[in-house]
DNA sequence: ATGTGTTTGGAAAACGATTTCCAAGCACAT
DNA sequence: ATGTGCTTGGAAATCGTTTTCCAAACACAT
């Protein structure tokens, strides 16, 4: 492989000199950076980014952590579009992602993340579906050794940031569209996991509106799991006339379980994922542009790794009605 | 962080040793050896990768090429069971992956993909979906400059390994299963596109079998869609007993077309992905094990990226009744 | 000619490991 | 004591960059 040393022989110039006209530093007459620049086209020089990270103790290197459940169609959705959002922005940006799965790091303690991270040179961190619960991913990101953004949850210091949709404002918003539409007075909602931020957040959603609307409100935790929800459908939709559900999984269990029961009742999901065309019957849902929020996620984790300091991003959300003839392709 | 020298001066010893020690070289004695582990374990000594890639000139690092496509939920959950397998695997033998969609490499010709990867330090990278139109691809692996392990296309030369299931053979028992069940006759086989490998295999499979049960074969080209594939069942299943599918996906829109015209056929697919227990009829399919196909993958590009030569490896499937009560979770 | 200030380019150290090569130390036979 | 061969540990070069610091070169005014 040719180096940034066949490159300054070559061009008659310091190895320091090929370095500044390739990282755009001043200090080069524009005489010599073409002359520089000519010559890496010609030999087709290619910087070794091992040996710049070395060099300059930056790598442009973060992970992106995951939960994953290959059990659900509907995360494997989830999960693909923040992969591509991420690796995608950070190509853009001249970073490059390792994708990391909790699975991976849930036996280890604060320590051995820690290492495991800036051993291979990663000094940035997004973080998905954080709970209460995660008590080494609390510290790690307490310890102030890594920039982090967590998607969905709450910001707790200067060098963290956090993105996502207003997840109070969308569950009531599709909860109001729903009811409005079908002239619903008395809600089943079914919740999320239990220790989830966004759990609790979507929660607070739906009792505002009930209160507002003055509505009853039956809550079951489903656990974001589809046969959960089916479950707590079958047990409690006769007393209500419609099921709110925190996540389009578990709207798709309540649904078929309708389905199944052979009983109307409107359903309404949360995340927008493909999946829920394939049911065979019409659901609301709120639409989260993931791919946009891993984005998001990417460029302020590049913020923050220069330099500057933590802050709160709220995603756009929209309504939609998911149906199979708009998902088929 | 701690460095090498820093336990090369705690413990007394040289640097040098204090790297024979950690890479389990001879010629150092079982007394250095353990005062410089301990050393290692009280300073908590983590090497640095980026360093160590730098002076070894190896990385360890590959890239998992895949094929993006955010529009089904179908590519999504294959997509994520390779690179669940290939990271879990890739830990394992302390390598890492980095995730490469081809969307982001489709416009850059040989030489700037070459370098792509390999200022990045990748030698060896995992590719998916190879069509005998991919160019870039098929230069990238004549090139030589990279260890290659493709799944599901032929092997093409020494430092190339191939993994994947016999889809000849599992289209040929996937069908037979299905036509045997259900006595069918006439047969309607929506094939894949065009210009894949698998498509060719698959289509080689139901050919054999239709000369051997001398079935009336109707073959056209749905090219993986589901959308195709909902089209061509409406109008060619009036004339044919049976729909066989050469994926899920597009089983999946000949089920949904069925269902529409209100008449039955038994359909199959291929894949064995979880989408197909929510269309809400049963169907027959392929399983193939994606994450073990990953895994495989990566253990092969080990093999490869340590001097050893290519070969053919062929994974085991399954053939499976996918229903709802089997997939909800 | 001299002084001053500003560009511009180069020499060299550093980053943190690996790896080669060599010398010291030792055992043992002569 | 000397020679031989083997084990063990260290010095130093190396990988390909970045970055700091300094000197040369130049322009311009005095």
Chains 1, 2 share one sequence.
């Not at 022989?9 to 950076?33: C, D, H, W």
């Not at 991270?117 to 000094?123: K, L, M, V, W």
């Not at 920039?147 to 709450?154: E, G, L, N, R, T």
Request: contains cysteine; proline residues 2%; glycine residues 6%.
């Amino acid at each position: 492989m040719v180096s940034i040393k066949d490159v300054a022989r070559e061009a008659g110039v310091a190895i320091s000199t090929v370095s500044k006209v390739l990282n755009n530093y001043p200090n080069v007459s524009e005489t010599t950076r073409q002359k520089v620049n000519e010559v890496v086209e010609r030999l087709g020089f290619v910087p070794n980014t091992v040996a710049a990270s070395l060099s300059s103790k930056k790598t442009g290197r973060v992970a992106l952590l995951l939960k994953l459940n290959l059990d659900t169609s509907a995360s494997d959705e989830i999960n693909m579009q923040y992969i591509s959002g991420a690796i995608h922005k950070a190509k853009e940006l001249q970073m490059d992602v390792i994708t990391v799965f909790t699975s991976m790091i849930e036996d280890m303690n604060v320590d051995e993340v820690t290492n495991y991270f800036e051993s291979q040179g990663i000094r940035g961190i997004i973080i998905y579906g954080l709970t209460t619960r995660d008590k080494v991913l609390h510290k790690l990101i307490d310890s102030g050794r890594f920039k982090i953004v967590v998607i969905d949850a709450p910001m707790v210091n200067e060098s963290t940031s956090c993105v996502g949709v207003d997840h109070v404002k969308a569950q009531y918003d599709i909860a109001k569209k729903t009811i409005t539409e079908n002239k619903c007075k008395k809600i089943l909602y079914i919740s999320g996991e239990e220790n989830g931020y966004v759990t609790a957040q979507r929660l607070e959603g739906i009792k505002k509106l009930c209160e507002e609307k003055k509505l009853k409100l039956t809550v079951r935790n489903g656990g974001f799991s589809e046969l959960r929800a089916r479950e707590l459908t079958m047990r409690f939709s006769k007393n209500n006339d419609c099921v709110v559900c925190a996540s389009d999984l578990m709207a798709i269990g309540a649904m078929k379980a309708l389905i199944d029961m052979d009983i109307f009742r409107p359903v309404c999901g949360f995340d927008g994922i493909i999946l829920m065309g394939y049911v065979g019957k019409q659901m609301n849902t709120v639409k989260q542009d993931f791919v946009q929020i891993s984005e998001t996620a990417i460029e302020e984790l590049n913020r923050l790794l220069s330099g500057e300091t933590g802050r709160n991003v709220v995603m756009p959300h929209t309504l939609v009605r998911m149906k199979y003839e708009d998902i088929i392709r």
